[in-house]
Structures are given as structure tokens and as C-alpha cells.
């Protein structure tokens, strides 16, 4: 197969997951499978859009719905190595499964893989880090006294490695969860690009459409879309053009003479 090469943006033109790179590096996690921590970057990409949703229990916590059929569809294996897999991401701790009830699906809760190096007392789970390569680990057993040592070590010599250094955002190998949103899907940026924006920017959503819009209709291009944004904001904010009230229409022309976008 003969492959083009990547030019200027394509490269974030696609739709990417992330893989937390501690899963790789962590010895915590050198026995669990790649497959299962592609897996689980799957789990981590739908408990965003569950978030999205309000899929929320009681407690606050997300959870997702991922079935094993789904599993095994999206890793191209069988039933029966999905089912390890998913088995495995609970045996390590890293997902929660919860029954339904009958007819209705199992509700994944999916944990958080950097609390234990966030928690600077660290308290340590009680199932150590299995090597899933060799076989099934004893349901609840565990080496008290090991886990008491380790429990003692210097844990942050470690820690600036996935908090100081990576500030826990930048533990991720992100290839974009850089969404391409807006109504033509050419609007890119992170979702900590967006989160941001969302505190400064009330009517967020208006200037994403605007500008999805508008490059769409001209052909133009930005650099860095989350930074255009901002840029007019602050511009209309200087010039008292905000709180008109007035929402996208979905025709950029409208738009263009006042927001000057070809500044």
C-alpha cells in the first residue's frame, strides 16, 4: 500500500484515542496486555461522551456502556478474548462492572488511573499488579507484608514523572481528543482547549458554529482554532459587542462584516 504523507493540520483530521502513557511506563501496569490498555483508552474516550450525556449515577460517578459484542467488534477478536479482556481491566482495578437487572446492560464505572499518584498518602489496592500473561491471579490474595513495604517507599521520587513534570493532563499520548466539532466538523480543539473556554466564554457554542461556518463557505484555514476563538471574544468584548443576544443563524455572511472575520 503506497501512503500519502501528512501535510500542515491533516494530521489532527482524524478521529484519534487516548492512551494514557503511564499505562505503558508505570511497572504497575507492564503486566497487563496492550490490547487491554487500548481497551481501556477505549473505556476513557466513552466516559467523556457519557459525561456528555449525563450518563452520572446517584454518587456523581460516570459510567459507560461498552458490551462485550461491542468489545469484540472494535478489536476485531473473538468473544472470548474480549471477555479476558475486559476481565483482566477488572481484575487490575482498573474498570468496575455493575449489573443492571436483567435485559439491561452492564454499567461500566471506569477508574481513574492516576489517583493512586495523586494521592499522596497512597493507599494501596488490595490486589497487586498481576502478570496476566501467566495465567489468573488468586481472587483477593495478596502479600500483606509486600504491599506494607511498598506502601513505605519514597513514592514522590516517582510522582514527578505523571504530576509535576506531566501535570496529569500531559500523561496522556493524546492524538486528539482533539475533537472536530461544529456543524461542518473542520473546527478543532482540545478538551482542555474547550474546557477553558467554556470558563471565559459564556456563549461558546455560537463562536464555534460561526467559525466552522465561515471556514467551510471560504476555504480559509487557522492555525490554532482554539486561539482564533479567544481572539475574537476578547475582540467583540473590547468593542462592547457582546450579550446582543444574537445566535448563529448558520449563514457566516451574516457575521462577516461585524465579527471582521478576515482579520
Known amino acids: 500500500m503506497d501512503f500519502d504523507y501528512f501535510y500542515g493540520r ?3 483530521s482524524f478521529r484519534f484515542i487516548r492512551l494514557p502513557i503511564v499505562l505503558i511506563e508505570d511497572k504497575k501496569f507492564k503486566g497487563l496486555s496492550i490490547d487491554a490498555k487500548v481497551l481501556y483508552s477505549m473505556y476513557l474516550s466513552r466516559s467523556s461522551l457519557s459525561y456528555k450525556n ?3 449515577d446517584e454518587n456523581g460517578r460516570v459510567y459507560i456502556y461498552f458490551t462485550v459484542e461491542e468489545t469484540s467488534h472494535q478489536l476485531d477478536c473473538g468473544i472470548k478474548k474480549a471477555v479476558k479482556l475486559i476481565k483482566d481491566l477488572e481484575v487490575v482495578g482498573l474498570i468496575e462492572k455493575k ?6 446492560p452492564t454499567k461500566i464505572y471506569v ?6 499518584f495523586r494521592n499522596e498518602n497512597f493507599r494501596p489496592v488490595k490486589r ?3 502478570d496476566l500473561s501467566k495465567g489468573q491471579v488468586k481472587n483477593g490474595d495478596y502479600d500483606n507484608s509486600r ?3 511498598k506502601k513505605s517507599l519514597d513514592l514522590s521520587k516517582r510522582q514527578p514523572n505523571y504530576i509535576e513534570n506531566n501535570k496529569i493532563d500531559n500523561s496522556y499520548i493524546d492524538f486528539s481528543e482533539n475533537n472536530k466539532i461544529g456543524t461542518f466538523l473542520n473546527v478543532i480543539i482540545s478538551d482542555e482547549e474547550e474546557r ?3 470558563d471565559m466564554i459564556p456563549n461558546l457554542n455560537d463562536y464555534i458554529e460561526r467559525l466552522s461556518a465561515y471556514m467551510q463557505s471560504t476555504g480559509k484555514t487557522y492555525k490554532d482554532h482554539a486561539s482564533t476563538i479567544m481572539t475574537w471574544y476578547l475582540k467583540d468584548k473590547s468593542e462592547g459587542k457582546l450579550g446582543r443576544g444574537k445566535s448563529y443563524t448558520g449563514n457566516p455572511l451574516d457575521y462577516e462584516s461585524e465579527w471582521n472575520l478576515n482579520n
Open 128 to 130: 497487586e499488579i498481576p
Open 196 to 198: 477553558r473556554l467554556k
Open 99 to 104: 449489573r443492571a437487572g436483567q435485559g439491561n
Open 147 to 149: 504491599m506494607a513495604k
Open 10 to 12: 491533516d494530521s489532527e
Open 54 to 56: 449525563n450518563w452520572i
Open 111 to 116: 477508574k481513574d488511573f492516576m489517583s493512586i
